[in-house]
C-alpha cells in the first residue's frame, strides 16, 4: 500500500469502528447483562499481544472462557474448547466475542483487516521454525483476514505456520480492494452462520 491508501485505510477504520461502536452498543449491553447474570467474573477478557512494530497491546474481547482457563499455562483455543462458558460458546460460534476489538481498532492498535495479533508466548516458538514471522510488524494486526476466514481455529503449530505464510502473502499483495474484498467476505460468513 502506497501513503495515500494507508491513509485511507485508517480513515476507514476509525470510521467504521465508531459507527461500530454506536450501533453495535445495543448488542454490546445485552451481552454484558448476560455475562453478568452468568458469571461473576469480568465481562471482558484483555490480553497482551504483539502488534505494530513488534509493540504490546491489549486485544479487548468479551470473555468467552472459564476463570481458570490458564491456570496451567498459555494454551491454544480450539472450536470446541471444553473451557468455554455456555455463553461463551454461543459468543464464539457467532464471533461475537470480537466485537470490542473495535475499540482497538478505532484507538490504533489494530485494522479491520490485518494479520491475527499473537501472544509473545507463542511467537517465540513460531520464530524457532519461521524468523520471517517478525515481517508482520511493518502493519496493524486485524479484526480479520483470509487466515482467519480459511485456516480455521489456529490451533495447532502446523496451522500457525500456515497462518504465517498466508499473511505474509496478504502483506505482498495488499490494497483497498483486498481489503474490502476481505470485509466483505467476512461479513457475509458472519451473517450466513459459517464457522471459521
Given at each position: 500500500?502506497?501513503?495515500f ?54 486485544i ?7 476463570m ?36 482497538n ?11 491475527r ?22 502493519s ?23 497462518r ?9 499483495h ?23
Amino acid at each position: 500500500m502506497n501513503l495515500f491508501e494507508r491513509g485511507v485505510k485508517r480513515t476507514f477504520d476509525i470510521i467504521g469502528a465508531l459507527l461500530g461502536l454506536i450501533l453495535m452498543s445495543p448488542v454490546m449491553l445485552v451481552i454484558y447483562i448476560m455475562q453478568k447474570v452468568e458469571s461473576k467474573g469480568p465481562v471482558f477478557f484483555k490480553q497482551e499481544r504483539i502488534g505494530k512494530s513488534g509493540k504490546k497491546f491489549y486485544i479487548i474481547k468479551f470473555r468467552t472462557m472459564k476463570m481458570n482457563a490458564e491456570d496451567d499455562g498459555p494454551q491454544l483455543a480450539s472450536q470446541n474448547d471444553d473451557r468455554l462458558t455456555s455463553i461463551g460458546k454461543f459468543l464464539r460460534a457467532h464471533h461475537l466475542d470480537e466485537m470490542p476489538q473495535m475499540w482497538n481498532v478505532l484507538i490504533g492498535d489494530m485494522s479491520f483487516v490485518g494479520y491475527r495479533p499473537e501472544r509473545e508466548f507463542f511467537i517465540k516458538q513460531i520464530v524457532e521454525l519461521r524468523s520471517d514471522y517478525e515481517e508482520l510488524y511493518i502493519s496493524r494486526p486485524g479484526v480479520t483476514s483470509d487466515a482467519t476466514l480459511h485456516n480455521g481455529y489456529t490451533d495447532t503449530m502446523e496451522k500457525m505456520i500456515r497462518r504465517l505464510d498466508m499473511d505474509l502473502e496478504y502483506l505482498q499483495h495488499r490494497n483497498l480492494w483486498v481489503d474490502m474484498k476481505i470485509i466483505a467476505e467476512t461479513i457475509s460468513s458472519i451473517l450466513g452462520g459459517k464457522k471459521f
